[in-house]
């Protein structure tokens, strides 16, 4: 999720060299040097994993309300079918998506809802196929792509974010146990990733696209997808631009974004995806308000939680409770602290009185424009065309418990993703009052 920011600005490659390289300080603090001492302990008690099946009868009514492909619905539990429903679908158009589920394609002049009525008496469930978006807000002249907010000397920035969340001791921490700070494989669900960027050099081993063409095609002018891979995985250590929370290891680029946003079929088709790649952990800063009733997207990421730690900005509304599908039971629903880190950023989804689910954790997202925001306040993330900008939202804070989750199952391989969850959000540091990322914390968790 991006929100737009007071004052937005594209730093320069130039600046950020200058700044990393003499002269203005590290952009990030340097970890020390490896000790010799023996590898960290890290014995794992065997635990059966444990994922919180949302059953059927779990996941409510369709919202025939909430935006949603036309032209077609979803039908779920089509391995095997009456003879009334294959009659009902006699020339109906369909098309596979994940296994058990299909697209129906809705015939000339009638009614998507209409049409689903007609197949559930048929004895099928149907729903829409629903269009979830990048949580950001891509109008806003100062988002990249757009027409942008001229900011008179602008200055240079750091990203203080990663000394809120101890990244720098987590750091130092695995290299005392003789490790890097290297990532499991991490999957980034998102808008297109620009593999060229000079500051992901090396780290995108895979791509896949799944976009829908009611998806607009490839969003090639926000960024958003680069922003959530560099904040989890920038090149590191390497004299350029930023640094990731991890400084190595392979990311997977799966295209679920496009410039009009994604549909269920396609976020369902790239979690499968990033599952049979291996993903040890998937970055979601994607979602809707409140709960739209999408079965099969609840059963694919009940799917994917099995072998993957899910993660997902909760959204960048504060009254309408923490959007779908941060709000999944096996899905860690991250909110954003600002300037404070014991306070919500003022966009930050959060319970609500309707959609009680809590947050499970906070990292920073920037200031957006929350009231005393300034352009320190903001996150330095990468922009399109190899350059960096600043920007705020939810879908900023959960990449860097991303990058925390990918260091974890990196440094410890026998963690199951049931295991990293746990420890992951036993390690917070709640001193301010929030449930705010503790890198430090969480690698020690992870290998104890």
């Known amino acids: 999720m991006r929100l737009p920011v007071p004052v937005l600005c594209a730093v320069t490659a130039s600046l950020l060299l200058s700044a990393c390289g003499g002269g203005g300080g590290s952009s990030t603090p340097t970890p020390a040097p490896p000790d010799a001492g023996p590898i960290c302990a890290q014995a794992v008690a065997s635990s059966p994993v444990q994922v919180q099946t949302v059953p059927a009868a779990a996941v409510g009514a369709p919202d025939w309300s909430a935006p949603h492909v036309p032209g077609r619905v979803l039908l779920l539990g089509t391995d095997s079918l009456a003879a009334q429903s294959v009659t009902t679908l006699s020339g109906v158009v369909t098309q596979a998506v994940t296994d058990g589920v299909r697209l129906a394609f809705t015939p000339a002049g009638t009614d998507d809802r209409a049409f689903a009525v007609k197949l559930q008496q048929a004895g099928l469930r149907a729903q829409p196929d629903f269009l979830y978006a990048p949580l950001a807000n891509p109008n806003d002249p100062g988002v990249p792509g757009n027409a942008g907010v001229p900011v008179s000397g602008a200055g240079t920035f750091t990203q203080s974010y990663l000394t809120r969340v101890r990244a720098p001791q987590a750091w130092t921490f695995l290299q005392g146990c003789g490790k890097t700070p290297v990532a499991a494989k991490t999957a980034i669900l998102d808008s297109k990733v620009e593999a060229g960027h000079p500051d992901l050099t090396g780290r995108v081993v895979g791509s896949a696209s799944f ?108 009254g309408d409770g923490v959007y779908y599908p941060a709000s999944h039971p096996d899905v860690i629903a991250v909110g954003a602290v600002a300037q404070n880190d014991g306070q919500l950023a003022c966009y930050s989804a959060r319970p609500s009185a309707a959609r009680p689910r809590p947050l499970n954790i906070v990292a920073p997202g920037g200031a957006g424009n929350c009231p005393g925001a300034t352009n320190a306040a903001q996150m330095l993330i990468l922009a399109p065309g190899g350059g960096y900008t600043l920007g705020a939202g939810t879908s900023f804070a959960a990449p860097l418990v991303s990058g925390v989750a990918a260091l974890m199952r990196a440094a410890n391989p026998a963690l199951s993703a049931a295991d990293t969850k746990a420890r992951l959000l036993a390690s917070v540091n709640g001193a301010a009052g929030q449930p705010l990322l503790d890198a430090n914390a969480a690698v020690r968790a992870a290998t104890r």
Not at 221 to 232: I, K, N, P
Not at 254 to 262: I, N, Q
Request: aromatic letters at 0%; hydrophobic letters at 40%.
């Open 211 to 318: 976009l829908s063409p009611e998806s607009g095609g490839s969003d090639t002018s926000t960024g958003h997808g680069t922003a959530s891979a560099g904040l989890v995985g920038a090149a590191t250590n390497n004299g350029r631009g930023v640094a990731g929370v991890t400084w190595s290891g392979p990311l997977l680029a799966v295209e679920v974004l496009g410039a009009a946003g994604g549909s269920t079929s396609d976020l369902a088709r790239g979690l499968n995806e990033s599952v049979r790649q291996g993903a040890k952990v998937i970055n979601m800063s994607l979602g809707l308000p409140g709960d739209p009733g999408d079965a099969v997207l609840a059963q694919a990421l009940t799917n994917a939680a099995r072998s993957a730690v899910l993660v997902a900005a909760a959204g960048n509304t504060a």
